[in-house]
């Protein structure tokens, strides 16, 4: 069974310092998404993207983040200057429509900002 | 903002027995309700779903109901295994420019004790 895969599983980063993760979403997919989920909390939307650009976002989602499909299969977020807060598992997933029902997730990353 | 409430963050149930789960909304624009399950080190994974115009759909053991006039949407499981044993994630979506963007709730860790 096709699925979404996400590198590396975890991350731990000096606070200030960029981070990138990676995600492989299901080949035939169109629609990508990130999502959040800080330890204990509810798993949070971050952005969604189709057709090589962003088409919804979050307030979460500042000018600290960016997304970026660089060869047609990885689809990776970047964080540009870390802070504590941003230590949360990291979901990627993908969808063949746009109907929320047919998105897969991958395993996540599990960033700690330090 | 707790558009998406699962007030249970835990629940215990013996093999056999029927499991229910609860969820409360508060934004009537939701025209989609989700059910999601996840595991340790995994993804979220689609469980079941409900269109805003239906008040049940079945699916093997699991039943989502949904009561729009109280917000209140619920997940029986019947009978309850234990490889049932997960995190069980609400979700709601209200289409959003053509993309359906999921709203989670906190999440209820439901075990099964054989």
């Known amino acids: 069974e096709p699925e979404v895969t996400q590198t590396p599983s975890h991350q731990v980063t000096q606070m200030g310092q960029e981070v990138i993760l990676r995600c492989v979403p299901i080949s035939n997919h169109l629609y990508f998404y990130w999502y959040r989920q800080i330890l204990g909390q509810k798993v949070e939307f971050l952005v969604s993207f189709y057709n090589n650009e962003i088409s919804e976002k979050s307030e979460i989602f500042d000018d600290q983040f960016s997304v970026e499909r660089p060869d047609g299969s990885n689809f990776t977020l970047k964080i540009r200057s870390t802070k504590l807060e941003d230590s949360a598992m990291y979901f990627c997933?993908?969808?063949?429509?746009?109907?929320?029902?047919?998105?897969?997730f991958g395993p996540g990353t599990r960033l700690l900002v330090l | 903002d707790q558009q998406v409430k699962q007030n249970s963050p835990s629940l215990s149930v013996q093999e056999g027995r029927i499991s229910i789960l609860n969820c409360d909304y508060t934004n009537s624009m939701f025209d989609y309700f989700l059910w999601y399950k996840k595991y340790p080190a995994e993804g979220p994974t689609f469980l079941i779903s409900i269109s805003s115009i239906k008040d049940k759909n079945e699916d093997g053991r699991f039943t989502v109901f949904l009561n729009k006039s109280a917000k209140h949407l619920s997940l029986h499981i019947v009978p309850s295994q234990p490889g049932d044993s997960a995190v069980y994630f609400c979700?709601?979506?209200?289409?959003?420019?053509?993309?359906?963007?999921?709203?989670f709730g906190t999440g209820t860790k439901l075990q099964v004790i054989p």
């Open positions: 997933a993908s969808s063949v429509l746009s109907r929320a029902e047919t998105q897969y």
């Open positions: 979700a709601a979506s209200a289409r959003s420019g053509g993309y359906q963007k999921v709203t």
